[in-house]
């Protein structure tokens, strides 16, 4: 029996009364109806006993809720005759073409095959195909962070650069960053699981035939099936972990990426601020000009205004005569001039000196402290 939804984020195609009927008609764990609502996964197994004096075990229940992730995405509840071998199976899958996926691998006649030699070769279909979707997952990311390894020109020399050069690029580029990266996280979480899963079913395997050893049964599966069986779980199993150790070597290059970003935006700032800085330095001399300019005409001015005012006569009239001649005291306006502007130059000079000094003792006090 198989179904399209996860419970939560995904309704399922069938009604809530509905799925309890479907669980009580095939004897299925109604835990599953908890366990879909728990987005961090789930991967347990429980020993029904015969309601007899016996007291013997007579299926082992099985669930399964993978944690939530953007692909592959399912849960599963199955229940194993211990005498018989017979397995009944209840599915869901998040997306329909996962469904029809594993239906179509399901009707292959090695698939059919593997079925009847064991009742747990389900389960590793499962696996298997869980690992091909987050493979197809792992290499999408690959490939994502080699394109944004080329943005930066800080990679390997067999990647040519494409530097930016756009004020706004930068910030796309911070958010696929960090989008890359928090995919890479959500891969991690998907591939622990993924390795704990095939931990699980090499031990379904031998709790399976342990309680049928304690129902006083032959081994289900024969020497060579069974090593058939955790050779090939051993193999995935593989795979997952260096496909984990792959994702985690992703994550460490998209890291050093978002360091190398920001050190290039600190550089881009740094250089803003240093033109900013040579402008207010410019700016600096221009207004200093300036001041030295008003300083060196305001004596003049001031004295021009005070002999202007009729208390000193520089106008030449002995006889009586008003011409327009050059004063005889002309010279008392330049003297007076020149002196007033030299002290106030001097009193400027030597006021900026005393302040640069102060400065430089300051400086030189916090070094020490």
């Known amino acids: 029996m198989a179904g399209v939804g996860n419970g939560k984020h995904a309704p399922f195609t069938v009604s809530k009364a509905f799925l309890k009927q479907i669980l009580v008609s095939n004897r299925l764990s109604k835990r599953i109806l908890h366990c879909t609502l728990c987005n961090s996964g789930s991967l347990s197994f429980f020993s029904n006993y015969e309601e007899s004096e016996s007291n013997k075990p007579s299926s082992l229940a099985i669930l399964i809720r ?11 509840v199955l229940r194993i005759d211990i005498s018989r071998g017979t397995v009944v199976c209840l599915l ?23 079925l009847r030699r064991s009742p747990l070769s389900f389960l590793a279909l499962l696996f298997e195909d869980y690992g091909s979707s987050t493979e197809v997952w792992r ?10 390894e080329r943005r930066t020109g800080m990679t390997s020399l067999h990647i040519s650069p494409t530097v930016m050069k756009i004020h706004h690029e930068y910030e796309l580029f911070t958010r696929d960053l960090h989008s890359c990266h928090t995919d890479l996280i959500f891969l991690g979480d998907m591939l622990s699981f993924e390795m704990e899963f095939g931990t699980f079913c090499t031990r379904l395997l031998d709790t399976f035939e342990g309680l049928r050893k304690q129902n006083g049964m032959d081994p289900y599966h024969s020497v060579a099936d ?8 051993s193999y995935w199993m593989n795979i997952s972990r260096f496909r984990y150790n792959q994702t985690q070597a992703l994550k460490m290059r998209i890291q050093s990426q978002i360091n190398v970003m920001y050190s ?30 008003t300083l060196i005409f305001l004596p003049g001015t001031l004295v021009a205004s005070i002999f202007s005012t009729g208390v000193i006569d520089l106008r030449a009239n002995g006889d009586g005569i008003d011409a327009k001649v050059v004063a005889h005291r002309w010279w008392m306006f330049a003297v007076t001039t020149f002196l007033l502007t030299l002290i106030v130059i001097t009193v400027w000079f030597l006021w900026n000196w ?3 000094q102060v400065k430089k003792r300051k400086q030189v006090g916090e070094k020490f402290v």
Request: charged share 35%; proline share 4%.
């Open 66 to 76: 993978t944690p939530y992730g953007p692909y592959h995405d399912f849960t599963v």
């Open 92 to 114: 869901f899958c998040k997306f329909e073409k996962d469904l029809n996926r594993l239906w179509n691998k399901l009707r292959l006649p090695s698939r059919c095959k593997e």
């Open 139 to 148: 290499d999408k990311l690959d490939q994502e962070v080699v394109r944004l």
């Open 226 to 233: 069974k090593d058939g069986s955790q050779q090939n779980l």
């Open 264 to 293: 290039l935006i600190s550089q881009r700032d740094s250089r803003i601020n240093l033109r900013i800085a040579e402008a207010v330095q410019q700016d600096s001399r221009t207004m200093k000009t300036i001041a030295l300019l």
């Open 354 to 356: 005393k302040l640069e």
